[in-house]
């Protein structure tokens, strides 16, 4: 029998996530012998014995992955040598080498069954430990300063593990090898809790305390992976509005936080999908229909909205809160099976839109006139990590907001992305940084129209450009000239003496689509629809067609410009964009019969004054108005209130299918020239109806039904058949537009893509200027 020694080269997602026990029990299994470990490009393993089985080892390992690891992906398996053997006498793990980084930290993972077994059985070491850890779950990306992901690299570093922890840590066959923040109640971190000025209060277990002050109607602020929570008991109503006063936050909905899918279900209806985003490895926020006990019971938590944002417990703080609340039973079987009434609001503490709340003595600082008692560790938290928002369209997953559980996966490309650097756009930002073929996101950060996000931004940006070790060779911003991010690209392009490579807002949106699923190398189309981006002629574009091909786009069509009066405040106050709408019909009689508390503002005289009047295609300030006009909403405090109430109304009116307008719209088309649509006739039939006392549910369905048969009518017209065309753009996260415009398009003969890996909204615009940026780079080069 012939004997060979090859060395193998792995990456993926192959470090911090059991890859190396499994493939150290894979090749003992098979009698190989060798060594592997951990270096910067990923997993090394040196292999020894027959000849067949070691070169037949990589589709062995593959399905051991798949049963014992799954948070492992293995991407690429290269044979760096092969050579006679050289007489290892058995297979070892060594210690981890640093050098140029290839590889990247897993994103942090919700705990496992397992770890959730050992909290709960009395007699286990672990019994009610709130930091139990495996190679399974647990932290990774909120505690790491920089790969290989090892505990000198991690905030774990401070807590030498005890003669116990070490011995499982150093034993390949046990499930927490090289788990590296494993750790347990005499070595590792520890709870406590204290009052709003900070001072330390004595108790015997600081779960159980919280829970009594959940109990009583207190804020608690909540220290979890990525950041701070504000908590509250859900059906205390005293307690919620106090928390909306508190946080002034008087709209924006609350998310719930659940012990398991049967709870879940009292309150929401949970789809299949749905059950599995709510139990998966990243335990999102799921956007779920809310059913009416919602409104009964909590009616404080998501006013007006058909919908529940709802999660399950991702940390051992979390589940130990839930198991105080349940009487602590023994096992997990109550996790699984029994429905327990109590529901916390758990929302992000990030007071006046900064970033999420990190540091212990900041927390106390920022929260203290909030929270009534903070429930704290002493664990550093490295990288700030919002919850993960992810909405179910049609039984797929539609990101609202990628963060905690999917940063920093990466997103696969075609294109070498090496030293591209993105910086995103003004809103729901995140930065990116390419390496390979592969664009990794940050953690989303937010609106950067404060300084602390902007040093948010920059952070991250730095961070993840320090993690993989890339040196910046372009960076790639948003075309306004007054976004901080536009400011932060040309400081980081003079820094680094790369090129900065402006990008138009909607063309991001779209190559971003098509660079997800590597369909750029011929022309490719796409519809983007938002709320606003700065387009090549200076102006507000919202509603565009446009074909894109090797880093430029053409702009084929868009939606009939409006005035926007009053600049930003239209968008505040969507009851100015409903007076746009029907001054655009010469119904300026109507404004003040609608509103006639605005009387005194000459608005129809602002609309029609050019000088003082911009333009804008938004197709986010069109449903605005459209929702102002279907009598919903006149002043809105949380972007996109007025498109989630038109959507929600719409949902809960009885008729199926949503009306179409026949006559509803027109297109306008002339040589030379984008073509336009207009939906005027539209919105005259939506006026008439609402001075007749129609009920709002029924004319938001005639917007909706109409809307969507004009896109597709617009993009037959303007398009080829049979082409691809990607759709993009925050206003594609309303489910109805999205899923009826595909289904016309599909049955228009054109093949439609929408993202699942990134948000459709300006969360995901980073991903796309680096794609463009790339596309002109590698034309550039060739």
């Not at 993926?12 to 951990?38: C, E, I, M, S």
């Not at 932290?139 to 570093?157: F, V, W």
């Not at 063309?507 to 997800?516: K, Q």
């Amino acid at each position: 029998m012939t004997k060979i020694c090859r060395t193998y080269r792995l990456t993926g997602l192959v470090q911090g996530v059991g890859f190396r026990p499994t493939l150290w029990r894979a090749a003992v299994d098979l009698k190989l012998t060798g060594y592997v470990l951990n270096d910067a490009a990923g997993v090394t393993a040196v292999l020894e014995g027959p000849t067949e089985t070691v070169e037949t080892f990589p589709d062995f390992l593959r399905r051991r992955l798949a049963e014992e690891a799954p948070l492992a992906r293995l991407d690429t398996v290269e044979v760096v040598e092969t050579k006679a053997p050289e007489g290892f006498a058995d297979f070892t793990i060594h210690q981890s080498q640093g050098g140029q980084a290839q590889t990247m930290v897993t994103p942090d993972a919700a705990t496992c069954k397992a770890c959730a077994t050992d909290m709960f059985s009395p007699g286990n070491r672990r019994w009610r430990y709130a930091f139990t850890n495996c190679t399974h779950c647990g932290p990774r990306l909120t505690i790491t300063r920089r790969i290989p992901y090892d505990r000198k690299e991690t905030s774990m570093a401070v807590f030498p593990m005890c003669p116990a922890c070490l011995k499982e840590y150093e034993n390949p066959a046990d499930r927490r090898f090289h788990a590296q923040p494993n750790a347990c109640p005499v070595c590792g971190p520890q709870l406590f809790v204290t009052d709003n000025a900070g001072k330390k209060i004595a108790c015997e277990d600081p779960i159980d305390y919280a829970v009594e002050q959940l109990k009583a109607g207190k804020i608690v602020a909540i220290k979890g992976l990525g950041g701070f929570h504000l908590a509250c008991d859900a059906k205390n109503e005293a307690a919620v509005h106090e928390l909306r006063v508190r946080k002034a936050r008087d709209e924006k909905p609350f998310a719930l936080m659940l012990a398991n899918t049967v709870s879940a279900e009292k309150f929401c209806t949970v789809s299949p999908k749905a059950k599995e985003l709510l139990e998966g490895v990243a335990h999102p926020i799921v956007l779920c229909p809310k059913k009416e006990v919602v409104d009964a019971l909590m009616p404080e938590v998501a006013p007006g909205l058909n919908e529940l944002g709802v999660m399950l417990p991702y940390t051992p703080v979390h589940l130990l809160l839930f198991h105080t609340l349940a009487g602590k039973p023994e096992g997990i079987d109550w996790l699984e099976e029994d429905v327990l009434d109590f529901a916390l609001v758990m929302t992000s503490a990030n007071p006046g839109g900064e970033p999420l709340v990190i540091d212990n003595d900041e927390a106390v600082e920022r929260l203290s006139h909030i929270a009534d008692v903070f429930l704290m560790h002493n664990r550093d938290i490295v990288t700030r990590c919002d919850d993960s928002v992810v909405r179910v369209v049609d039984e797929k997953p539609r990101l609202v907001r990628r963060s905690r559980g999917f940063t920093p996966l990466a997103v696969k490309t075609k294109l070498d992305m090496t030293g591209i650097v993105a910086v995103g756009p003004a809103l729901k930002v995140t930065g990116a940084v390419g390496r390979g073929q592969e664009v990794f996101l940050t953690e989303h950060v937010g609106e950067t129209d404060n300084p602390a996000t902007c040093r948010h931004l920059k952070e991250a940006v730095d961070h993840f450009l320090d993690i993989l070790e890339v040196t910046p060779k372009a960076i790639a911003y948003d075309l306004h000239p007054d976004f901080y991010s536009t400011r932060l690209a040309l400081e980081l392009a003079q820094k680094f003496e790369v090129p900065a490579i402006a990008v138009q807002h909607h063309h991001a949106h779209i190559a971003g689509v098509a660079h997800e699923y590597g369909i750029f190398e011929a022309p490719y189309y796409g519809l983007a629809l938002d709320g606003v981006g700065l387009g090549t002629d200076g102006t507000a574009w919202g509603a565009e067609l446009l074909r894109c091909h090797e880093g430029t786009f053409e702009r084929l069509a868009h939606l009939q410009a409006m005035a926007l009066p009053g600049g930003d405040k239209a968008a505040r106050e969507p009851w100015r964009m409903g007076a746009v709408l029907c001054e655009s019909i010469h119904r300026e009689d109507a404004v003040a019969k609608l509103w006639p508390q605005y009387a005194k503002l000459p608005i129809v005289s602002l609309i029609r004054n050019t000088r003082l009047t911009v333009k804008t295609t938004s197709m986010g300030r069109l449903f605005d108005g459209a929702a102002a006009l279907a009598g919903l909403i006149d002043v809105q405090h949380d972007e996109a209130r007025a498109a989630m109430l038109l959507e929600s109304v719409a949902e809960n009116c009885a008729a199926r299918p949503y009306p179409v307008l026949k006559d509803g719209w027109t297109i306008e088309t002339a040589e030379n020239r984008p073509a336009v649509l207009s939906v005027k006739p539209l919105i005259a039939e939506m006026l008439a109806l609402r001075l007749k006392g129609v009920e709002a549910g029924v004319i938001a369905q005639l917007f909706h039904g109409t809307l969507s048969a004009a896109l597709a009518d617009l993009v037959q017209k303007t398009v080829p058949v049979t082409s691809n065309i990607c759709l993009s753009g925050g206003t594609f996260l309303n489910r109805f537009l999205s899923t009826d415009l595909t289904r016309r398009l599909m049955q228009a003969g054109f093949t439609v893509y929408q993202s699942e890996q990134l948000p459709a909204g300006d969360g995901g615009v980073s991903f796309g200027q680096a794609a463009v940026a790339a596309e002109l780079l590698a034309l550039k080069k060739n």
